[in-house]
């Protein structure tokens, strides 16, 4: 859980070059990414061996913005237009349900549980972030939001056949992972490191409107 906004100073203050890579997100609770990791479980196993990086179950998260690198000296006004947002979107109820891909099942680089809610709060809540974050967000706008939790990535270049995965993945396409209440936000920092990204949440902010 990362700190809340007032509590919190840039990490980088002493380097004006230096940059974080970031991204806003939901953080899911334990429960559910246990029900995910059992569903993870069985697409690896139905998967040809190496050619997907699985995402570890302690970093199961729901992204709303990925922004990239940000200047460190430019985090302390992203948090206060995120902090903005927040405190004026109600929390959300959501539930985890399915197994899917971006951007298709037939060229597949990511495996992914949906995520959702049933009154449209959780694209509400994205679309007012993703305006209040564009000015800190070097990553270019990002596609049509559709709410996940990434499983796992596809590596570059993979040749083996994936029908027993995409068989797998059907029969768990309605497989329901859980409800959860939404109260907090977060900024996360992501590191790249040879075992897959490491995900550090740096500020919490609560919904409170």
Do not use: Y
């Amino acid at each position: 859980m990362g700190k809340k906004w007032q509590d919190w100073t840039p990490m980088a203050d002493d380097n004006p070059s230096a940059f974080l890579r970031l991204f806003v997100a939901l953080a899911v609770p334990l429960d559910v990414r246990k029900e995910i990791k059992r569903a993870q479980g069985q697409l690896r196993r139905a998967a040809p061996p190496g050619i997907i990086r699985w995402a570890r179950p302690e970093q199961f998260h729901l992204t709303l913005n990925f922004l990239g690198d940000v200047p460190a000296v430019q985090v302390a006004a992203l948090e206060q237009s995120v902090s903005g947002v927040c405190s004026g979107c109600p929390a959300l109820q959501l539930f985890g349900r399915g197994i899917g891909f971006f951007p298709n099942a037939k060229n597949p680089r990511v495996i992914w549980s949906g995520a959702g809610d049933k009154d449209g709060q959780l694209a509400e809540l994205h679309r007012k972030l993703d305006a209040a974050v564009q000015p800190f967000a070097p990553a270019g706008k990002p596609e049509r939001f559709t709410g996940h939790i990434t499983v796992g990535r596809f590596k570059p270049g993979r040749h083996a056949a994936i029908d027993k995965l995409l068989e797998r993945a059907a029969s768990l396409s309605s497989r329901h992972f859980g409800d959860w209440p939404a109260g907090t936000v977060e900024t996360v920092r992501s590191e790249l490191a040879s075992m897959g990204a490491i995900h550090t949440p740096l500020v919490s902010f609560p919904l409170a409107g």
